[in-house]
């Protein structure tokens, strides 16, 4: 019998009194429902986490939720998919109105105040993104001189942006498709956040950006869930290490991000402390 998250522990009685859930007691409060998992993820990265225009959603972010999802006990038609823009992600866990997130989420000190974290299970870095004919911005040092730059609020780039450079002209939106527009049509001169996430960008529109400069960070990406779930947590980084150990790990990454040009790194060691 899987375990049943916190926030529809309130449904359980329900959960045991219907034959099916009675061997797969799951978690979910749509609706009423007791069979389903809530899990956010980004919607607009391609290679990561992008909504499609079917409705269905595809990505790296989106294959490990699904996986986990399924070591828990849930089939991905049980899967109940939730938009979690990087400033809302804590709230989201905090309020019950995920189960776990999985988007691009990394492992900080100050989030780990407020929710805890599974994984990680990828390790990438910041980057930058420019259009295809900037030759003027090399690597975060150049961006200092009168660059405007894009990264979404609340997220962990532009905050480091903030306190390693504060020189920067730093323009931040709630989302990083928004920042992709505002690249393209010239409003800013480029765009900051996670290597992999500009990766998928560029590919999304082959010949109109570039990656430029060397990574400088270490982005630990995690899954989010609530504070003190120690037995969800330990669930979660069990589907994480199988998966990885499968090779399921890898054919996800190649699958979503090897378009992009990126290699499959060797997965990361799941933090058990």
């Known amino acids: 019998m899987r375990s049943i998250p916190k926030r529809v522990a309130g449904a359980v009685a329900l959960a045991i009194a219907l034959?099916?859930?009675?061997?797969?007691?799951?978690?979910?409060?749509?609706?009423?429902?007791?069979?389903?998992?809530?899990?956010?993820?980004?919607?607009?990265?391609?290679g990561l986490g992008l909504k499609q225009p079917d409705g269905t959603l595809t990505g790296f972010d989106v294959d490990v939720a699904k996986y986990v999802a399924n070591e828990l006990g849930y089939s991905e038609d049980q899967i109940e998919w939730k938009e979690a823009p990087s400033a809302q992600r804590e709230t989201l866990i905090q309020n019950g109105q995920v189960d776990f997130i999985a988007a691009t989420y990394s492992i900080t000190d100050s989030r780990k105040e407020k929710v805890d974290f599974a994984g990680?299970?990828?390790?990438?870095?910041?980057?930058?993104?420019?259009?295809?004919?900037?030759?003027?911005?090399?690597?975060?040092?150049?961006?200092?001189?009168?660059?405007?730059?894009?990264?979404?609020?609340?997220?962990?780039?532009?905050?480091r942006i903030k306190d390693e450079?504060?020189?920067?002209?730093?323009?931040?939106?709630?989302?990083?498709?928004?920042?992709?527009?505002?690249?393209?049509?010239?409003?800013?001169?480029?765009?900051?956040?996670?290597?992999?996430?500009?990766?998928?960008?560029?590919?999304?529109?082959?010949?109109?950006?570039?990656?430029?400069?060397?990574?400088?960070?270490?982005?630990?990406?995690?899954?989010?869930?609530?504070?003190?779930?120690?037995?969800?947590?330990?669930?979660?980084?069990?589907?994480?290490?199988?998966m990885e150990s499968s090779g399921a790990w890898k054919e996800a990454f190649d699958k979503n991000l090897g378009p992009?040009?990126?290699q499959a790194p060797q997965p990361p060691a799941v933090d058990r402390d």
Request: glycine share 12%; hydrophobic share 30%.
């Open 120 to 159: 990680p299970y990828l390790i990438t870095g910041q980057s930058l993104l420019v259009r295809a004919d900037n030759n003027d911005i090399t690597g975060a040092a150049s961006l200092e001189n009168n660059k405007k730059l894009c990264s979404v609020s609340g997220s962990t780039p532009a905050q």
């Open 260 to 262: 992009a040009g990126i």
């Open 165 to 242: 450079y504060p020189g920067v002209q730093l323009q931040q939106y709630d989302t990083y498709s928004a920042c992709v527009e505002a690249l393209k049509n010239g409003a800013v001169d480029a765009l900051t956040t996670d290597e992999v996430i500009l990766a998928g960008y560029a590919a999304q529109s082959p010949g109109t950006f570039k990656l430029v400069g060397d990574t400088f960070s270490e982005e630990r990406y995690g899954i989010g869930l609530k504070k003190d779930d120690t037995e969800l947590r330990n669930k979660i980084n069990d589907a994480i290490e199988k």
């Open 19 to 46: 034959p099916f859930a009675a061997t797969a007691c799951g978690g979910g409060d749509s609706g009423g429902d007791s069979d389903t998992i809530v899990i956010g993820t980004k919607y607009d990265q391609p």
